[in-house]
């Protein structure tokens, strides 16, 4: 591998082109901060005056030796896709959809060769061709018809580059063959080639059909399915598109997670999640009802109170998504559930139906039912002892979704690893309240936890890290409980059914 400060010429020679000789040169190197992370960014140039970069994320020695191969892209100057956001082509996504691939894994490089424009025959010449596209001609014909090559690029510049890095031997990001042959005869080891997932638009949908027809490309990749893989309990290890990035961000901490506990709560501006009549359909919209399906389907098992059972009849079961229906957890202190209760007779998958010492109850209305006795004072029971008693039956990833007083008294009680809260732009003025606890007298001692926000159509999700919020806290040791001055040694609250 070259010195950071070197600058010494390599001559290589390509294949399945004209024999050329290219030099290229490191001329000055600095961080570059972008919205994906911090890169290193190397600027060359080569002996023809061209200039071209490299962002590169991990350290060089971990790009090289016997370390598991980079991910890299070698990626065309476009200045139509790149820069004015143009969708005849899918430049401006598989740049971006690198980068975000890199970042993710931690290490690899993107080279950014210039005087790539058109496939190399610049940038009025492609602004020709796109004349004749407009006139029907496919892109192989149009460049056909101005008398240039179909394909005039070369990357031996991006070889030299992966060589004076140390990336002797990658994981190529294309789905171009040529370019896979060309780097191979430079001298670069390309031990895989992975697909660069990004979703077509309808712009660019012929331009892509051309490229695997007429020039050899892969097809697009068959059976990827991030929300698949999440729901397995894995990370997708291929790039993602943006779609597909933003379900990764949001929901992959939970999918790969052995526990949590998390809750979930829709309600309006004013802080309601139904009509005084108990009406609730619908508070939030569509895509907060998505979006609550996705959480069901990575959790074992989706507790609410015998009140949300009674008013919304509710099947808490995985419909708007692929995955597996979690066990549902009722809790009946007082044993008054609905005998016709979706939960209780509806046998898609199994409910706990939670009832007190003292209850009396009927036989279970269905073989899916199991009913289970927990410890009950004046009605309550403590949110410590579901969810103890849930992980005695394997059950340790619990969504807690319902209504205000369930999700309010887990919160209390420290129990929450995180909250989701969506907040549709309606106002009920009096109704069912969402969440409620003890405050605090003072600002400074009200809960805060680091947070982030998802639009989900009209509606907004905020997010609340509280299992961070604990352990920043617990190192600062001051003694704040978990909600504001709350003492931390009191022990959970109790829960009323809500």
Not at 50 to 56: D, K, T, W
Not at 88 to 100: I, S, V
Not at 124 to 134: F, I
Request: hydrophobic share 40%.
């Amino acid at each position: 591998m070259a010195d950071a400060d070197a600058d010494e010429d390599v001559t290589i020679r390509t294949v399945g082109k004209p024999v050329q000789k290219v030099t290229v040169r490191r001329a000055a190197s600095s961080a570059l901060p972008t919205r994906d992370g911090v890169f290193d960014l190397h600027a060359y140039v080569d002996d023809a005056g061209q200039e071209h970069v490299a962002l590169v994320k991990g350290g060089l020695t971990d790009l090289a030796g016997d370390n598991p191969p980079p991910l890299v892209r070698i990626h065309s100057e476009c200045l139509s896709g790149d820069v004015l956001g143009s969708h005849r082509c899918d430049c401006g996504d598989q740049l971006a959809a690198a980068r975000r691939a890199i970042a993710r894994e931690g290490r690899g490089i993107l080279v950014y060769l210039r005087g790539h424009e058109g496939r190399g025959v610049g940038l009025v010449g492609k602004v020709r061709a796109y004349s004749l596209q407009d006139r029907g001609a496919d892109t192989v014909d149009a460049n056909l018809e101005l008398g240039f090559d179909v394909d005039a690029r070369s990357y031996v510049a991006a070889a030299q580059i992966l060589l004076d890095l140390g990336a002797t031997r990658i994981r190529l990001l294309s789905a171009n063959p040529d370019k896979e042959r060309q780097l191979i005869g430079a001298g670069v080891e390309v031990v895989e080639r992975v697909a660069a997932a990004v979703t077509p638009r309808p712009e660019n949908l012929r331009y892509l059909a051309t490229k695997r027809a007429r020039m050899g490309h892969d097809a697009e990749p068959a059976g990827r399915d991030a929300w698949a893989e999440l729901v397995c309990g894995r990370l997708p290890r291929y790039p993602l598109d943006a779609e597909d990035e933003d379900l990764v961000e949001q929901y992959g901490a939970l999918a790969i997670g052995a526990s949590f506990v998390v809750a979930q709560l829709g309600q309006s501006l004013d802080g309601f999640i139904a009509c005084r009549s108990g009406d609730a359909v619908y508070v939030t919209g569509d895509q907060d009802r998505t979006h609550l399906h996705r959480l069901r389907a990575l959790a074992g098992a989706v507790v609410v109170g015998v009140s949300t059972v009674a008013a919304d009849d509710c099947r808490l079961t995985v419909r708007a998504v692929e995955g597996r229906s979690p066990v549902r957890v009722v809790l009946d202190p007082t044993g008054r559930a609905p005998r016709g209760a979706a939960v209780l007779t509806d046998d898609e998958t199994p409910t706990l139906w939670c009832m007190g010492d003292h209850a009396s109850i009927a036989r279970p209305p269905g073989r899916h039912v199991t009913i289970v006795r927990l410890p009950s004072a004046g009605g309550r029971f403590a949110p410590k002892d579901i969810v103890r008693m849930l992980a005695a039956r394997g059950l340790r990833r619990v969504l807690v979704e319902g209504g205000g007083t369930t999700v309010s008294a887990f919160l209390t009680a420290g129990l929450l690893d995180r909250l989701f809260l969506t907040t549709a732009p309606v106002l009920i003025g009096d109704g069912v309240p969402g969440l409620r606890f003890a405050g605090t007298d003072r600002m400074a001692d009200a809960l805060r936890a680091p947070s982030r926000r998802y639009l989900l159509g009209e509606d907004v999700c905020v997010e609340l890290d509280l299992a961070a919020a604990r352990r920043l806290v617990a190192s600062a040791s001051t003694g704040v409980g978990n909600l504001g001055g709350a003492d931390p040694g009191a022990g959970p609250t109790s829960i009323t059914a809500p």
